[in-house]
């Protein structure tokens, strides 16, 4: 049983441990290997991050949704103003066409009485 004063064990220390003590050792081992690999995933993951930082992609990034947001702004104009021109021939057509002629007789009297 480890005292409480020991110092943990660095993921190298570990995998060293646990290679030199065969008994013992699977279980060392596959915990140094598995803290190994998180390190040095995090280790890219520290580095990926300080590089997007500094480069220019944020602003490329940023850049993008703009110029989609423009495009869409135009088709929006575009198609509104296919609608109205649309609405406009309609009334135009239907202002223009002769008035039909009722099958039934008007119901209220035509002559004025005086």
Known sequence: MPLATETPLTHRERLTRGLAHTAAGP???AR???GLSGAAVRRGAVELRRLYRESQLPA??????RRHFRSWALVA???AAVLAGGAAVV???RSNRPQEASPRPPSVDAQHKV
């Open 27 to 29: 279980v060392d081992v």
């Open 32 to 34: 140094g290997a598995a």
């Open 60 to 65: 490329h990034v940023a850049e993008a949704p």
């Open 77 to 79: 104009a575009a198609g």
């Open 91 to 93: 009334l135009i057509r």
